[in-house]
């Protein structure tokens, strides 16, 4: 069991922040990152392929963050692999010490800078879920049996936001019945909203070990809170918030989104409103102890 | 029916190279109706090769294309043309293309890029609903197919990038999994759209796709 699923399930406030490995093999920064956050943190995701865009491998980071003494939280989409694929990176994650895994449907090539590949989706999020739980359970997809089984924390993401949200929260509840035992959300920033969502989430997952993160992505300008409420389907952010973000000057922005996220993590952390959060800096990790010690987080 | 479209003019010119003698062929069928293959569109080609300094032996608009026995009997017909041409142009999906292919030994081009099966919804407007699975699943989704019309073929719902009812991937076309929730409400059936659904079996056909329906025996029938 790795430390992230630990502190998951012992009913503390779980913190997660990110890692987007390079494009190439300049990897200082990316290490300084993990250097920084590793032990600060409970785990940190790392992205696959994100935004459709070709990476530095997602499992290959995860890897080298359990070597260093973290917890990775393995991020992994069913675009680009099929299920003998997916099944076999599976099981390489468990031998290299990976036990968390993210599983995502992903972005589709379109949005990404190999628009004429083709995309896969043999299997998506809802079908991954099955896949690891059938794989720690001791089976592989097809009903075969393993040589010693997976022992994952499966994890899955939901959209509060998502307009409309009946089938958004019909998919949620899906992926729970398939064997999710932990969300990260979306990110949000309507803290009223969320909590209503949240009031909906744990009447369903009542009874059930199923824990869910908020998801914050630190606002760094008013202008990209304007372009996330234009451009990502399921991010909305309020009109009190791209007010406040502009009530600073440019060179202040970046404070003020950090001060934003560390209050809304106290929030959460207060009003037992979830059961932890997941920090995204976007490749400004170095923010995020800031913002912890701003929560009270560290 | 077969959505096709006419490639540009220059790639059909530049397929030809120096052959000078061809022979055109369109469809009656599909490619009638999307007007990228008909006897409007084969008599305009001819003209056009004709300005580009081509030799138009022979032009037909067959009944269908796709079937190959009906394209040896036409070029039986025209021997001689079909005999003295350098090159065939087809006019038609890639299926019929191939038709032609079995039907000569010359240098077969397509004219057209095949796009998709697709429903009409109006004169000459088409959209793609179904992608030949191989085994229909719609009843389980009120009959609007998420293989095909959601963008990522998901099977269990909505992702993260439907966008006010419509699809992010794009814009201008509604989200299935929105489509599929507000018919199976409609129905009475939104329980329906609880049900985990597995993954899908890509080989229900193998593909290449062949059937015998002569052969009542559905197991040698399909293969």
Redesign the interface.
Known sequence: MGKYREAAESGKFVVSGEIGPPKGTQVDDMLHHIDLLKDMVDGLNVTDNQSAVLRLGSMAVSHHIVSVGGDAIFQMTT?DRN?LALQNDLMSAHFLGIRNVLCL?G??V??GDHKDAR?V???????LI?AVKKMNEGSDWAGNELQGSTDFYIGA?V?PE???I???K??F??KI??GAQFFQT?AVYDMDNFQNFMEYARGVTEGKDVKIMAGLVVLTSVGMAKYMNKFV??VFVPDNLLEEMASVPKEEATKKGMEICARHIKLLKEKNVCDGVHVMAIGKEEIVPEILQLADLI | MIISQQKPFEEILEALGDQEKVYLVGCGECATMTESGGENEIVDMKTRLEAAGKTVLGNDVAHATCHELDMKRIFRQSKDAAKETDAFIVFSCGAGTQSVREATDKHVIPGTNTLFLGNVKRNLQYEEKCSLCGECVLDEYGSICPVTRCAKGILNGPCGGTNNGQCEVDPDKPCAWVLIHNQLKKEDRIEQFMKIQGPKRWNAVERPGRLDARDKDEEKGAA
Do not use: L
Not at chain 1, 121 to 127: A, M, R
């Open positions: 675009r299920r449907t972005d589709h379109s949005v995309e989706y043999d299997f998506e999020s809802v079908q099955q993401v959209t998502s307009n409309p009946e089938p958004q019909a998919k509840e899906k019945e398939a979306q389907p399921g």
